[in-house]
């Protein structure tokens, strides 16, 4: 687990499917942290998806 000094670290998410959302919607990230500095961080792969989908299968 990664601590950064910033209470809202900026996040980078590298992927490899697009997955269309707008802002304000609600989506689950998951994927390998790899802290920057002490204000940023990146997900790689960062995985996407609607807060409220099943997470069984992958998005399309």
Known sequence: ???YETLDPE???VI?????CQAGD???LSGTLNQIDA???????CL???ADA???QPLR
């Open 39 to 45: 204000d940023h961080a990146s997900l790689d792969p």
């Open 16 to 20: 490899y499917e697009i997955y269309i």
């Open 54 to 56: 099943e997470r069984t």
């Open 48 to 50: 996407h998806y609607p």
């Open 1 to 3: 687990m990664l601590i």
């Open 11 to 13: 996040v980078v998410c």
């Open 26 to 28: 609600r989506v689950v």
